[in-house]
């Protein structure tokens, strides 16, 4: 099957179920690992009070059942697009957010893939651009991909397409296309511009 079988054209996707246990497993092994380090401890101090171990694991309890009801309704406000010449996507609970990413500002296409999306046949595509060069943080980090490879790919050739034949990466393989350009479409030529209005008006007023 083609890539764009699995993701046509404007037509929002989701990322996989697998998106649910997959942020559930992190946090719960983010949560033991902070249990181990610091409530175990207190559990196993001899003048631990009742009343205070058992507050501490409900309080944990109270927080993993929020956690896993924040998980679902995450996932369901979830959506990516691709379109002709940019990426659309939105999320968000609470605050919900919404993005577009042009194809030709596309620098970086990283496929991600942890210890536990890779059990789950899942895998994570960040997508760095111009604006966010040399930051550790993508624009956008297309999440739970189970067919991550033939999106990448799909979006790689979309970048090729829009950077006039570059790698994939958003850089052009050759040389840049010129396009004719009005001469005021640059800083440095609106000054140029300016100046030599200002010799003309001159040369008149002496002709005058």
């Known amino acids: 099957m083609t890539p764009s079988t699995y993701f046509p054209r404007n037509v929002p ?8 246990p997959w942020f559930i497993i992190d946090f719960i092994l983010v949560v033991a690992l902070v249990a181990a380090c610091t409530v175990l401890p207190i559990l196993l101090a001899e003048t631990i009070d009742l009343l205070v171990m058992t507050a501490i694991v409900g309080g944990l309890i109270v927080i993993m059942v929020v956690f896993v009801v924040w998980t679902r309704l995450y996932y369901d406000t979830m959506a990516y697009e691709l379109h002709d010449d940019e990426l659309r996507w939105r999320r ?18 990283d496929l991600k893939q942890g210890p536990v999306m890779r059990w789950l046949g899942i895998s994570t ?4 651009t111009a604006g ?8 956008i980090r297309i999440e739970a991909i189970e067919h991550a490879e033939e999106l990448r790919e ?7 397409s829009c950077s006039a034949g570059g790698d994939g990466t958003g850089t052009s393989g050759q040389a840049p296309r010129v396009v004719d350009t009005p001469v005021a479409s640059t800083g440095t030529s609106m000054l140029i511009l300016d100046e030599l209005k200002k010799i003309r008006v ?4 002496q002709k005058k």
């Open 13 to 20: 996707f989701k990322p996989s179920t697998a998106f649910i």
């Open 92 to 109: 968000g609970v609470w605050f919900r957010t919404t993005g577009i990413v042009p194809y030709n500002r596309i620098t970086n296409l």
């Open 125 to 128: 595509i960040s997508v760095q």
């Open 132 to 139: 966010y060069s040399g930051q550790a943080v993508p624009e």
């Open 154 to 160: 799909l979006l790689r050739a979309a970048v090729r």
């Open 202 to 205: 001159l040369l008149e007023q």
